[in-house]
């Protein structure tokens, strides 16, 4: 079975750094492009970027672009998003989801981080 | 606000059919293919339609999806209680080289 598995719940205080996972099983993890997803509390789903892992060919949406680095590690089949100084409007839940054939659609999806952000 | 434009909600009977509208652009809609999500609350989005009226392995015929000029359709037929969810369009924006959504909308099954 093609899964994502998305590492857990997450704390931290304004200014922190983080970094989120999600582990794909199942299927070549390298060849696919994963995404990350952010939805806000109450909110819509908003695309943040992509990753090839084969080669961590990434592109960033422009609303993210400068605010979060997402990289791989192919060896362990391992995408990731990291925070480097964490702002309380971050506070979110986070989705990795694979990319489809074309870059139009995300055919699997983890079952999300959550991040709170609060001093 | 979002890329694609979608109805902050819709409702319908249940046994009858509703659909979903999604508004976009010549770089997004009017050039790449149209998805499709359903979620529920606290969980992960489930892909529903892809290019544009395409149902993964899975999905009943029930829904289906369509695509003309820069807008896209979801329809559902034979409502039931269990349709009721959030519902995202997507797509490939080629002026933003990124992905984009729809700003969601709710399905209420009176």
């Known amino acids: 079975e093609v899964q994502l598995e998305q590492s857990g719940v997450e704390v931290k205080k304004p200014g922190e750094s983080l970094n989120i996972s999600c582990q794909g099983s199942?299927?070549?993890?390298?060849?696919?492009?994963i995404a990350w997803v952010r939805q806000m509390p109450g909110k819509g789903l908003e695309w943040m970027g992509i990753i090839y892992p084969d080669d961590s060919d990434t592109r960033y949406s422009p609303s993210f672009q400068g605010q979060v680095t997402i990289s791989a590690d192919k060896s362990i089949s391992t995408a990731y998003l990291k925070w480097n100084s964490l702002k309380a409007s971050d506070t979110a839940m986070y989705f990795c989801?694979?990319?489809?054939?074309?870059?139009?659609?995300?055919?699997?999806w983890g079952k999300g981080t959550t991040v709170t952000v609060s001093s | 606000q979002s890329v694609l434009t979608q109805p902050p909600s819709v409702s319908a009977a249940p046994g009858q059919k509703v659909t979903i509208s999604c508004s976009g652009n010549s770089s997004n809609i009017g050039k790449n293919f149209v998805s499709w999500y359903q979620q529920f609350p606290g969980t992960a989005p489930k892909l529903l339609i892809y290019d544009n009226n395409k149902r993964p392995s899975g999905i009943p015929d029930r829904f289906s999806g369509s695509r003309s000029g820069t807008s896209a359709t979801l329809g559902i037929t034979e409502l039931q209680t269990g349709d009721e969810a959030d519902y995202y369009c997507g797509t490939w924006d080629s002026s933003l080289s990124a992905g984009v959504f729809g700003g969601g909308t709710k399905l209420t099954v009176l």
């Open positions: 199942g299927y070549y993890f390298s060849t696919y492009w």
């Open positions: 989801a694979r990319r489809g054939v074309r870059a139009s659609y995300m055919d699997v």
